[in-house]
C-alpha cells in the first residue's frame, strides 16, 4: 500500500510540474535558447536604451512611456521615475539624470536624489584617472616596452607647453596630447612649433632655423614629403621644411609615394615627381589611382594615358575607361570615338570584347551589349532587343532578345522580356527554368531571392533555392549590420510575426522567437530584444563578448 501510494505521490509530482511549467512565461523557455545578458524583464516600457558608451558595465537602462523616458535597473527597479523629456547615464553608470527643459536632476545608481557637486566632483576624478592612463610617464617605461623603437622627446611650445615622445626612426609621435594642429617630427628631426605667436621651423637641436606660414595647415605626408596649404592653395616641402611648389596650386595630391597630382587651374592636371618635377606627357583633365594601383590619365574625351612609375612613360589607348574596374578585377568598359564599347582587361592588356556594341552596360560581373536600329516612330523602349551577355574573359555565355538583366551572385542571372517575364539561368548561361507569367524576381544584397507575385514575397537564402531543398524563406530582410573586421554580416529577419537574426549564408544567430530586436553594428557590445511585451539584453552577434 506504502507502494502504491509512493507512485501516486510521484505521478502527482510529476503532474504539478508540467503545469507549473505550463504555466511559466514563454521568457523563460527563450532564456534556455538565448544568451540572455539581461533575462527579458523590463516591463511597462514602449522602447528602452542602454546608452552603452556611458557604462563600463551594464547596470543602468533607459526607458520610454508615453512619451517620457526614466531609467531603471537591470532588476526592473524604477531608479529615475518616468517624467523627463530627456534622461543622461554619466560615466560609468554611477550617476544619471533627467532633465525637462533647464530643470536637471541628478540621481545615484541606487535612485538617491543627489547635487550635482557630488556628480561633477566624481567625473573630475574620473577624468584624472583617465588622463592618468594615456599619459606617458617617462622615456625609460616607455623604451623598455619597445625595444626595437628608438624614441627621443621634443618639447612643443604652443598653448601649452607639452612634452611629446616620438620615434626617431619614423618621425611618428607616440602621444595624442599635442598641442599643435598636424604637428610631426620629420626624420632629419626638423618639426613645426608655435614661438611667440609665430609658426616656425625647429631643428633636432630645437633650434629656430626659419619662418614659415602662420595659418599654414597640414594636408599629408609621404616620406620626407609633406603637403601643407594656406586656406585653398598648396604647397609641397622637403623633411627641412625647404619649399619644393610655393603655395600658388589649386591641388597638390600623392598618387604614390614617389608621384604627386598637381594644377595650377583646377581644370588641367600634370604627374610630378617629388623633386616638383613635370613628367612628359602626363597633361590630363584628371588624374587618378585605380583599385589596382593603375595610374590612369583622362588625356581627352575619348583618350586614356596609363602612366608606368618604373619607366615613367604614359601608354595611350584611343577609347575612354567606363568608372571602375568590375569587381576584383582589372577589367574595365571601354568606349570608343565612334561610342562602342566592350571590355578591356589590362593584366592580358587586350581587348577581351570589342568596342562594337552601341548600347552596353555592366551588370554585376556580366558585359550586356546590344546593338539595334532607332526608329523614328518607335520609341526606344518598345523595341525588342537582341543582346548578348559576355562574362569578364570575354566568352558568349547567353544571347536572346532581352529587355532587362539581373545577376544574383554568381550563381544565377535572370532576364526579362518586354512583356516582364523573367527566365532563370545558371552563371554560365544555361537553362534553368522559365518563371510562370505574373511572377516577379526580387534579390537582397545577392544573398537572398524571392518570388513574388501580388506583392506577397518569402526571401529565401540563394544557398538554399539552389540546392533544391525546402527552405523557410522571411516576409522581410533589414539592411545587413557587419562586424569590426566586415568578415560577418547579419540580417535581420521576420517570420509569422517574429523576429531574428541570420548571418550572410542563412545561418541562425539568433532563433525567430522575437517580438523585436533592435540590431546594432560591432560598435555595440549588446543588442535589445522583446519577448511577450517585455524587454531583455543580449549578447550581439557581432560583437566580441
Given at each position: 500500500?506504502?507502494?502504491?501510494?509512493?507512485?501516486?505521490?510521484?505521478q502527482?509530482?510529476?503532474l504539478?510540474?508540467?503545469?507549473?511549467?505550463?504555466?511559466?512565461?514563454s521568457?523563460?523557455?527563450?532564456?534556455?535558447?538565448?544568451?540572455w545578458?539581461?533575462?527579458p524583464?523590463?516591463?511597462?516600457?514602449?522602447e528602452?536604451?542602454?546608452?552603452?558608451?556611458?557604462?563600463?558595465?551594464?547596470?543602468?537602462?533607459?526607458?520610454?512611456?508615453d512619451?517620457?523616458w526614466?531609467?531603471?535597473?537591470?532588476?526592473?527597479?524604477?531608479?529615475?521615475?518616468?517624467?523627463?523629456?530627456?534622461?543622461?547615464?554619466?560615466?560609468?553608470?554611477?550617476?544619471?539624470e533627467?532633465?525637462?527643459?533647464?530643470?536637471?536632476?541628478?540621481?545615484?545608481?541606487?535612485?538617491?536624489?543627489?547635487?550635482f557637486d557630488?556628480?561633477?566632483?566624481?567625473?573630475k576624478?574620473?577624468?584624472?584617472?583617465?588622463?592618468e592612463?594615456?599619459?606617458?610617464?617617462?622615456?625609460?617605461?616607455?623604451?623598455?616596452?619597445n625595444?626595437?623603437?628608438?624614441?627621443?622627446?621634443?618639447?612643443?611650445r604652443g598653448?601649452y607647453?607639452?612634452?611629446?615622445?616620438?620615434n626617431?626612426?619614423t618621425?611618428?609621435?607616440?602621444?595624442?596630447?599635442?598641442?599643435i594642429?598636424?604637428?610631426?617630427?620629420?626624420?632629419?628631426?626638423?618639426?613645426?612649433?608655435?614661438?611667440?605667436k609665430e609658426?616656425?621651423?625647429?631643428?633636432?637641436?630645437?633650434?629656430?632655423?626659419?619662418p614659415?606660414?602662420?595659418?599654414?595647415?597640414?594636408?599629408d605626408?609621404?616620406?620626407?614629403?609633406?603637403?601643407?596649404?594656406?586656406?585653398?592653395?598648396?604647397?609641397?616641402?622637403?623633411?627641412?621644411?625647404?619649399?619644393?611648389?610655393?603655395f600658388?596650386?589649386?591641388d597638390?595630391?600623392f598618387?604614390?609615394?614617389?608621384?604627386?597630382?598637381?594644377?595650377?587651374?583646377?581644370?588641367?592636371?600634370?604627374?610630378i615627381?617629388?623633386?616638383?618635377?613635370?613628367?612628359p606627357?602626363?597633361?590630363g583633365?584628371?588624374?587618378?589611382?585605380s583599385?589596382k594601383?593603375?595610374?590612369?590619365?583622362?588625356?581627352?574625351?575619348?583618350?586614356?594615358?596609363?602612366f608606368?612609375?618604373?619607366?615613367?612613360?604614359?601608354?595611350?589607348?584611343?577609347?575612354?575607361?567606363?568608372?571602375?574596374?568590375i569587381?576584383?578585377?582589372?577589367?574595365?568598359?571601354?568606349?570608343?570615338?565612334?561610342?562602342?564599347s566592350?571590355?578591356?582587361?589590362?593584366?592580358?592588356?587586350?581587348?577581351?570584347?570589342p568596342?562594337m556594341?552601341?548600347?552596353?552596360?555592366?551588370?554585376?560581373?556580366?558585359?550586356?551589349?546590344?546593338?539595334?536600329?532607332?526608329?523614328?516612330k518607335?520609341r526606344?523602349?518598345t523595341l525588342?532587343?537582341?543582346?548578348t551577355?559576355?562574362?569578364?574573359k570575354?566568352?558568349?555565355?547567353?544571347?536572346?532578345?532581352?529587355?532587362?538583366?539581373?545577376?544574383?551572385?554568381?550563381?544565377?542571372?535572370?532576364?526579362t522580356?518586354r512583356?516582364?517575364?523573367?527566365?532563370?539561368?545558371?552563371?554560365?548561361?544555361?537553362l534553368?527554368?522559365?518563371?510562370?507569367?505574373?511572377?516577379?524576381?526580387?534579390?537582397?544584397?545577392?544573398?537572398?531571392?524571392?518570388?513574388?507575385?501580388?506583392?506577397?514575397?518569402?526571401?529565401?537564402?540563394?544557398?538554399?533555392?539552389?540546392?533544391?531543398k525546402?527552405a523557410?524563406?522571411?516576409?522581410?530582410?533589414?539592411?545587413?549590420?557587419?562586424?569590426?573586421e566586415?568578415t560577418l554580416?547579419a540580417?535581420?529577419?521576420?517570420r509569422?510575426g517574429?523576429q531574428?537574426?541570420?548571418?550572410?549564408?542563412?545561418?541562425i544567430?539568433?532563433p525567430?522567437?522575437?517580438?523585436?530586436?533592435?540590431?546594432?553594428?560591432h560598435?555595440r557590445?549588446y543588442?535589445?530584444?522583446?519577448v511577450?511585451?517585455?524587454w531583455?539584453?543580449?549578447?550581439?552577434?557581432?560583437?566580441?563578448?
Amino acid at each position: 500500500m506504502f507502494k502504491h501510494f509512493n507512485i501516486m505521490y510521484r505521478q502527482f509530482h510529476i503532474l504539478l510540474i508540467v503545469i507549473v511549467l505550463a504555466a511559466c512565461p514563454s521568457s523563460f523557455v527563450y532564456s534556455q535558447d538565448v544568451d540572455w545578458v539581461v533575462e527579458p524583464i523590463i516591463t511597462d516600457a514602449d522602447e528602452i536604451d542602454l546608452e552603452q558608451s556611458m557604462q563600463t558595465t551594464l547596470n543602468l537602462i533607459k526607458v520610454k512611456k508615453d512619451g517620457k523616458w526614466g531609467i531603471k535597473n537591470t532588476k526592473n527597479e524604477l531608479i529615475v521615475p518616468i517624467e523627463y523629456k530627456y534622461t543622461t547615464i554619466w560615466r560609468g553608470g554611477k550617476h544619471c539624470e533627467g532633465r525637462n527643459g533647464r530643470d536637471q536632476y541628478f540621481f545615484d545608481q541606487e535612485g538617491y536624489e543627489v547635487e550635482f557637486d557630488e556628480v561633477d566632483a566624481l567625473n573630475k576624478k574620473l577624468n584624472r584617472e583617465r588622463d592618468e592612463k594615456k599619459r606617458i610617464k617617462n622615456l625609460e617605461d616607455l623604451t623598455a616596452a619597445n625595444p626595437d623603437v628608438d624614441f627621443s622627446t621634443i618639447l612643443v611650445r604652443g598653448k601649452y607647453h607639452k612634452y611629446v615622445a616620438l620615434n626617431k626612426k619614423t618621425g611618428d609621435t607616440i602621444s595624442n596630447n599635442i598641442a599643435i594642429k598636424g604637428f610631426f617630427v620629420t626624420s632629419s628631426m626638423h618639426s613645426l612649433q608655435t614661438v611667440d605667436k609665430e609658426r616656425v621651423v625647429v631643428n633636432g637641436s630645437g633650434e629656430i632655423v626659419k619662418p614659415f606660414d602662420k595659418e599654414a595647415d597640414f594636408v599629408d605626408r609621404k616620406g620626407d614629403r609633406i603637403i601643407y596649404r594656406v586656406k585653398r592653395p598648396r604647397g609641397l616641402f622637403d623633411e627641412n621644411f625647404n619649399t619644393i611648389l610655393p603655395f600658388e596650386y589649386n591641388d597638390i595630391s600623392f598618387l604614390t609615394e614617389d608621384f604627386l597630382e598637381v594644377s595650377k587651374d583646377g581644370e588641367v592636371f600634370n604627374i610630378i615627381d617629388v623633386d616638383g618635377n613635370i613628367i612628359p606627357n602626363t597633361t590630363g583633365s584628371s588624374i587618378y589611382v585605380s583599385k589596382k594601383g593603375m595610374i590612369i590619365i583622362k588625356l581627352d574625351k575619348y583618350k586614356t594615358g596609363i602612366f608606368d612609375p618604373e619607366t615613367q612613360k604614359v601608354t595611350e589607348y584611343d577609347w575612354k575607361i567606363g568608372g571602375r574596374p568590375i569587381g576584383n578585377t582589372n577589367v574595365y568598359q571601354i568606349t570608343n570615338k565612334d561610342t562602342l564599347s566592350g571590355l578591356y582587361d589590362f593584366d592580358l592588356n587586350k581587348e577581351v570584347v570589342p568596342c562594337m556594341y552601341r548600347r552596353a552596360r555592366v551588370k554585376g560581373s556580366l558585359f550586356v551589349g546590344g546593338n539595334y536600329p532607332v526608329s523614328k516612330k518607335q520609341r526606344r523602349s518598345t523595341l525588342y532587343q537582341l543582346k548578348t551577355v559576355f562574362n569578364l574573359k570575354g566568352e558568349e555565355i547567353l544571347k536572346d532578345s532581352i529587355k532587362g538583366i539581373m545577376q544574383v551572385g554568381p550563381e544565377l542571372i535572370y532576364t526579362t522580356d518586354r512583356n516582364g517575364n523573367f527566365t532563370e539561368y545558371d552563371g554560365q548561361g544555361k537553362l534553368r527554368q522559365k518563371l510562370p507569367e505574373g511572377i516577379q524576381m526580387l534579390s537582397k544584397d545577392n544573398r537572398f531571392i524571392s518570388h513574388q507575385k501580388r506583392r506577397e514575397n518569402l526571401y529565401i537564402p540563394i544557398n538554399d533555392y539552389l540546392s533544391g531543398k525546402e527552405a523557410k524563406g522571411y516576409t522581410s530582410i533589414s539592411k545587413p549590420e557587419n562586424n569590426k573586421e566586415k568578415t560577418l554580416f547579419a540580417y535581420k529577419v521576420n517570420r509569422d510575426g517574429k523576429q531574428g537574426v541570420i548571418d550572410q549564408n542563412g545561418n541562425i544567430l539568433l532563433p525567430l522567437v522575437f517580438d523585436e530586436i533592435k540590431l546594432e553594428s560591432h560598435y555595440r557590445k549588446y543588442l535589445i530584444a522583446k519577448v511577450d511585451g517585455k524587454w531583455g539584453v543580449l549578447h550581439n552577434p557581432l560583437s566580441s563578448k
